[in-house]
């Protein structure tokens, strides 16, 4: 019965967004009548008949990489860590950390099963690493220095290689000073298509949300600016980037749909993702589609986190306006006197509605996590002040230095009760595995990382199906990682 419900709630929403493309007549004059309204006027093309506007995406377009290797099957990279000077401010030069030379880095694109080479050299003034954030990878891949691998040192080269086993939205970024490397660029996109994917979802869109800390002369301010404090609240950048821009343009069509997959790369940024509150379909997030779609009028994108929608203008012809970042409650003082800002321009081009394509309801089946017999663990994520100039965060009130590792074994399943009794959220993301959140209210979907809201709890299970190995979990506001809200999970064979 829920699935017709919601079926009947996702086709009444095809028709009422077809006739509100429709829509816009006024009448002729105050007190007209009905009959001297205008009639509606039907678009003669359907979304899928036309074409993105002309330049549609080119002010956020992202660098694409040069494939080594001429087999369709794998994909295979030079990726240099490096310094990049830019100008991120109007007039200012900013000394990006980047990989590749580009804010942000190169955007990563393959399929399911294909294989993944990358020839990492680090050029940059400290060591650093690539995570492969949400990718089943094997655990000497995972980019962790100090657990999985070594820090690929100064000048030294590292090679990555796995196998793409997920479609999704993923990223990399480093896991070494990671608060700090990640604020000043360190981050890019890597997408996984499945090629079974419907068409009627529209054309990809890929947006790296991110923000960067600058003085007034578009230098980095310090990592530690704001001391104990920034820890605890952690620090968010003064400036607002979409893929490496203040304030890019985008061109969309009144009607022709887009499929945007937004990454949230800030190291403690939280972004609701609204605009004027029209009806987002949302696919999917961390690992790919969901079981099926839900249509929002704004969806909540935390630290480390991705989602996946279907954005169909509604603008009339000719309208110019912004995607806003709105100011999310995340905890104590994290909305007190903070207002909207502008992040994207949207223009909607000077040429006619097309009506929009109908998007599945459905969209893959997933099986829940059986969790009978399962292991229960508890990860309790505190905080602690040991004194009055320093703050220390930890899992069961241990910090991360004096932690030990949790246990499992390969074909275990355990059930995660993840608990938050401090003054602020925290994005809570595991390393190596997917999990299902236990919450019959959400959409069942895998993810990697979710946000646990003040005072509350979530249980979380996970099945250990493969890859032995120790595997690190940790609150994604990087600051909070820093200062000891990490943990590592070791699972034998």
Excluded at 340 to 362: G, H, K, N, Q, R
Excluded at 439 to 468: C, G, H, M, Q, Y
């Amino acid at each position: 019965m829920k699935y017709l419900v919601n079926c009947a709630a996702q086709f009444s929403f095809t028709i009422f967004l077809s006739l509100a493309l429709l829509s816009g007549c006024t009448s002729t004059g105050q007190g007209s009548s009905s009959s001297q309204m205008p009639a509606l006027e039907i678009p003669s093309l359907r979304a899928s008949q036309v074409s993105q506007p002309e330049g549609w995406n080119d002010d956020v377009a992202l660098t694409i990489p040069v494939d080594l290797n001429p087999d369709p099957n794998i994909l295979e990279i030079n990726l240099e860590a490096k310094i990049t000077n830019m100008e991120i401010m109007p007039g200012k030069i900013t000394p990006v950390w980047t990989y590749g030379g580009s804010l942000p880095g190169p955007l990563i694109r393959a399929k399911v099963g294909d294989m993944v080479i990358i020839h990492f050299k680090n050029n940059l003034p400290d060591s650093t690493s690539i995570h492969w954030h949400g990718l089943r990878v094997p655990n000497n891949m995972d980019g962790v220095p100090g657990v999985t691998q070594d820090p690929v040192d100064v000048g030294d080269e590292f090679t990555y290689d796995f196998v793409l086993q997920d479609a999704g939205t993923f990223w990399y970024h480093p896991h070494i000073n990671s608060a700090a490397q990640v604020g000043w660029g360190m981050y890019g996109p890597l997408i996984v298509e499945d090629p079974n994917d419907p068409k009627e979802f529209g054309d990809d869109l890929v947006l790296v949300y991110s923000d960067m800390s600058l003085d007034e002369d578009g230098q980095f301010l310090p990592p530690d600016v704001g001391g104990a404090f920034s820890d605890l609240f952690g620090r968010e950048g003064n400036i607002i980037l979409v893929n490496g821009k203040v304030q890019p343009k985008l061109k969309v069509r009144k009607g022709k749909q887009q499929r945007w997959r937004v990454i949230n790369a800030a190291r403690t940024r939280y972004y609701t993702i609204r605009y004027k509150r029209q009806p987002l379909i949302r696919l999917g997030g961390d690992s790919g589609l969901a079981e099926h779609t839900e249509t929002l009028d704004q969806i909540k994108l935390v630290p480390s986190e991705r989602t996946d929608f279907v954005f169909t203008p509604h603008d009339e012809p000719g309208t110019v306006d912004w995607l806003r970042w709105y100011p999310t409650e995340r905890g104590y003082g994290s909305t007190f006197n903070r207002f909207s800002e502008e992040m994207m321009e949207i223009e909607t081009v000077d040429e006619p509605a097309v009506l929009p394509e109908t998007i599945p309801y459905a969209l893959r089946t997933i099986e829940p996590i059986d969790i009978t017999g399962a292991k229960d663990v508890l990860i309790d994520l505190t905080i602690t002040f040991p004194d009055d100039n320093s703050v220390e965060m930890g899992i069961n009130g241990i910090p991360f230095w004096d932690s030990s590792p949790l246990l499992g074994r390969i074909g275990e399943t355990q059930v995660w009760t993840v608990r938050n009794d401090t003054d602020f959220n925290h994005p809570f993301h595991l390393h190596g595995y997917f999990f299902q959140v236990l919450d019959e209210n959400r959409v069942p979907e895998w993810k990697d990382s979710v946000d646990i809201p003040v005072r509350t709890e979530l249980k979380l299970a996970v099945r250990f199906d493969e890859r032995p190995g120790t595997w690190m979990y940790h609150c994604h506001i990087l600051d909070h990682a820093e200062v000891g809200m990490m943990g590592t999970l070791r699972i034998d064979p």
